[in-house]
Nanobody
């Protein structure tokens, strides 16, 4: 079982930047592709982006492409979500998740483990 703990959320103004971290509890971290999802109030949890096992391939939803960057440090069992040019539409609870597939899938059911989420609130 892998435990994931997100951190770094907060309240900030539009156009600001934020880095979220997701730390995994065990060394098998490098065997999982990692994804970031978000859920705004009253909406479904949706794919933000993901990174493959080695960190060489990243995928992003069109809504965040060119603004968000995902990276990972397998030595630290941690995945990061760098968010730039934030706007109020980015307000949501952000979750990281681990998938046994080599490349991060975009669908929730392909992920085995989930973090508890961290709130990001962007004011206009």
């Amino acid at each position: 079982h892998v435990q994931l703990v997100e951190s770094g959320g907060g309240l900030l103004q539009a156009a600001g930047s934020l880095i979220l971290s997701c730390a995994a509890s065990q060394g098998a971290f490098s065997t999982f592709a990692m994804g970031w999802f978000r859920q705004a109030p009253g909406k479904d949890r949706t794919f933000v982006g993901g990174i493959d096992l080695s960190g060489g391939i990243t995928d992003y939803d069109d809504s965040v492409k060119d603004r968000f960057t995902i990276s990972r440090d397998n030595a630290k069992n941690t995945v990061y979500l760098q968010m730039n040019s934030l706007n109020p539409d980015d307000t949501a609870v952000y979750y990281c998740a681990a998938s046994p597939l080599p490349r991060a899938p975009t669908v929730r059911r392909s992920y085995m483990y989930w973090g508890q989420g961290t709130q990001v609130t962007v004011s206009s």
